[in-house]
């Protein structure tokens, strides 16, 4: 009987500390960036890629604000590394290449929204990401990467 109890009592105990479950949560995806075969020259190269963020809902509703900042120590160019040497391009949130995609506080605007959310339900809100290698560089033939970290703040 004791024994009982005290297994009762720890049980209760550690329900008590136990933190409360979060009301929602978020994740994000994305699709590859590829440029293709790179050729140089005059006109600058384009690509797209699309972002997704999926949010889900527990037993209560909630008002998710959030942003997606691409983690990068400068938003004005990133690299492809290859064995042949870099390709230099830019992300763009603007199809049109005016707006620099960025985290927000320097050169690159952070791409921001918010999600209601019904309890027990899901969202799903797709964001488009925009390339562009810059024209007038001659690059090497090679095969070049680049790995990117993108954040979800909510």
């Known amino acids: 009987m004791n024994v009982a109890r005290i297994a009762a009592l720890l049980a209760a105990a550690f329900a008590l500390g136990a933190p409360a479950a979060q009301a929602y949560e978020c994740s994000i995806s994305a699709t590859p960036l590829v440029f293709g075969e790179v050729e140089g020259g005059e006109r600058a190269q384009s690509s797209s890629a699309t972002l997704t963020v999926v949010c889900h809902s527990a037993a209560r509703a909630a008002n998710i604000d959030y942003r997606i900042l691409l983690d990068s120590a400068d938003a004005t160019s990133q690299r492809l590394q ?5 390709v230099v391009y830019q992300l763009f949130v603007s199809a049109d290449g005016r707006q620099l995609w960025g985290d927000g ?6 791409i921001s929204d918010s999600i209601s959310l019904a309890p027990y339900s899901t969202s799903t809100r797709s964001y488009r990401v925009y390339a562009s290698i810059r024209p007038n560089r001659l690059y090497r033939p ?8 993108v954040r979800l703040v909510y």
Do not use: H, I
């Open 82 to 86: 290859g064995a042949s040497g870099e």
């Open 105 to 110: 506080s320097g050169a690159g605007t952070a």
């Open 142 to 149: 090679g095969n070049y990467t680049s790995l990117l970290d």
